[in-house]
């Protein structure tokens, strides 16, 4: 499979699916076409589907090989779960072949060492788990699922993510709680370092206990940023908000201040939803802002950018 490298750190993509999402306007209440015209580079790495006029939104997981271990960073939606809320239409009783597509990249559920949920989001931690023998079991038995304490302590009954975002509790309840009850969860906080060179940072906005990994190994650094961003659209304009976000007064904060260090950085940038080549880097703009320059994965048996 293709992929990228941060040094001796690869990274490859796992497609659950990918397909038009919302309506900009309704994903971002405050988006006008006219940001095209002000940044028309965004017409070739944000694409609106000519047919639906919805954003095109990928859905997946990113497959992480370093220090012997096989990690997995958010892990999409999940099959044949129930989601009823109008906004999760496209993740309703799913049936996708997301386990045979990480086989195509060699390997099986029992091979994944590590799983990371960036937050507790229907479509980021989908396939911690899977339905066997009439319940709800983790798919990867042999891993360790990192969970943020933070993340996990505000979805529960009257915290403050459970209360401003109630249609997200079922997927607590059939994605996260199986897990815990386990026993395989390792929580983390902001600072705390997984590996050599893998460390959590505080991320909130989106939820307030998202966590964003920054993986630096030989001089290179790359970001797995979670939900601080959906489209490209918001690297170019930061203070373009999403209607799925916990708080939209943080949420511009926490972009601009990852944007400044990922640029200062030269960082490459895994986000979770981002159109095709999915990765890249940014870079400041001459007028003080910033730009997203995509960089396009390589088969690993060759050169990586």
Not at 19 to 29: N, T
Not at 68 to 87: F, H, Q, Y
């Amino acid at each position: 499979m293709a992929g990228w490298s941060i040094a001796d750190v690869t990274v490859e993509r796992i497609e659950e699916f990918s397909s038009p999402g919302f309506p900009p306007q309704m994903q971002f209440p405050d988006y006008t076409p006219a940001i095209f015209d002000r940044h028309p580079e965004l017409r070739q790495i944000d694409r609106i589907d000519p047919e639906t006029g919805n954003t095109f939104a990928s859905i997946h997981a990113w497959l992480v090989r370093a220090h012997g271990e096989i990690i997995l960073v958010d892990t999409a939606s999940g099959n044949a779960k129930s989601r009823t809320d109008p906004k999760f239409a496209r993740f309703h009783m799913l049936d996708t072949d997301f386990i045979g597509r990480l086989a195509d990249a060699g390997v099986k559920p029992e091979d994944v060492t590590c799983v990371i949920n960036t937050h507790m989001h229907v479509d980021h931690s989908g396939w911690n788990t899977r339905f066997e023998d009439g319940r709800w079991v983790p798919t990867f038995p042999n891993a360790t699922y990192v969970f943020g304490a933070a993340e996990y302590r505000n979805w529960q009954p009257g915290g403050v993510t459970a209360t401003a975002q109630p249609e997200g509790v079922p997927v607590i309840e059939d994605s996260i709680e199986p897990v815990v009850d386990a026993g395989l969860v390792r929580w983390v906080g902001d600072g705390d370092e997984l590996l050599p060179g893998f460390t959590f940072h505080a991320a909130p906005g989106h939820t307030s206990g998202q966590l964003v990994l920054r993986v630096h190994s030989g001089g290179q650094s790359g970001w797995f940023t979670g939900d601080v961003m959906h489209r490209a659209m918001q690297v170019f304009e930061p203070d373009l908000n999403c209607f799925l976000c916990e708080d939209n007064d943080q949420a511009p904060l926490t972009r601009a201040r990852l944007l400044e260090v990922l640029a200062s950085e030269d960082a490459l940038i895994f986000p979770a939803h981002f159109d095709r080549p999915h990765a890249g880097r940014i870079a400041h703009r001459g007028d003080g802002g910033f730009r997203f320059e995509p960089v396009s994965p390589s088969d690993k048996k060759g050169p990586i950018q």
